[in-house]
């Protein structure tokens, strides 16, 4: 826990008193324990007054419209353009992270872009984003914001995407997922050993948000894991892990091997060799599950939706964009009729590869300038 100078900020939620006199985060599984003047971990949530606060309630760390599929969710609404946007800090420590400019931001003056919920929303509908993604750091960390901005979202039609390392409690992920519709979790690796020396946290919670989403929730969810050369791209881990999918989650949850490149503490490892991602395509194939792709990487054959009954290629993606749809209206098979878990509609969106970075302060309406 760190020190603080006074800072703005909001109510938070999901914390508690200690008859010790200090107060419990009960956000994460972290539970950071704080007395007055202290920060938690994440840096963004802190005790002033006798009370938690959210610091970055209604500032960003940018916005930009990316394509659905770079979240990566290569099931929902394929591509149709997303507003992505974030705040600052994470409630891990990850070694290997690959936006840790943002999440191990501790000058919140980057957090440049103001916008309320009504802000963000209109901003989406502008750009004809269909969705907005909560992402580039967790949205657990900035969960009054994120569900603030999602219960707009969801009145005017936009859908809420969390991307998120699903480092959460029970009773905060209840909250965050009531006001999300899609998510992609970071299954960062199947080794508690990994998740205690590269990100100090624990594997165990992320596997029960897994079972959570699945059991009791009609989130639609895919699952990444960035492969890390030496780390957690051993044969025998990645067939632990698609084992785990397999028999927890079920043989139609998506999953994502995607090449790590060198960044943050981790600058001293190669990127990982395609070959990895195949090796590791082919071993989850072969375990059962149905849906497995590469990513970060030029891979059309990895990256495409292949139909579990026939075998046909049923998306074609070269990077980001779809370039084959063989697809019913009612998200089958048109070879012969297996249908397809997920959310399509009758024809793919057409956004292409295309990123378009927006300011919120700039767009007509904004409730707030800087
Ligand atoms: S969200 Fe997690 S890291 Fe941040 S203060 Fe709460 S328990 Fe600590």
Redesign the pocket.
Known sequence: MIGWERLEGIAARHWHELEDGRIQ?D??P???KLSEGQR???FV?GRQDDRMLLTTYGRSSGFCVDPIEKKPLNHYLPGTPILSFGTAGC?LTCKFCQNWDISKARDLDRLQDVATPQDIVRAAIASHSRSIAYTYNDP??FLEYAVAVAKVARERGIRNVAVTAGYVTAQAREELFTWMDAANVDLKAFSEEFYKRLCTGRLAAVLETLEYLRRETKVWFEITTLLIPGFNDGAAEVKALSEWVMTKLGPDVPLHFTAFHPDYKMMNLPPTPRATLTMARDIARAVGLRFVYTGNVNDESGQSTYCPGCGERLIGRDWYKINLWRLTGAGCCVNCGTAIPGLFEPSPGRFGRQRLPIRISDQPHASAKR
Request: with cysteine.
């Open positions: 985060c956000v994460c972290r539970y950071c938690g971990l994440c949530r409630n657990v960390i």
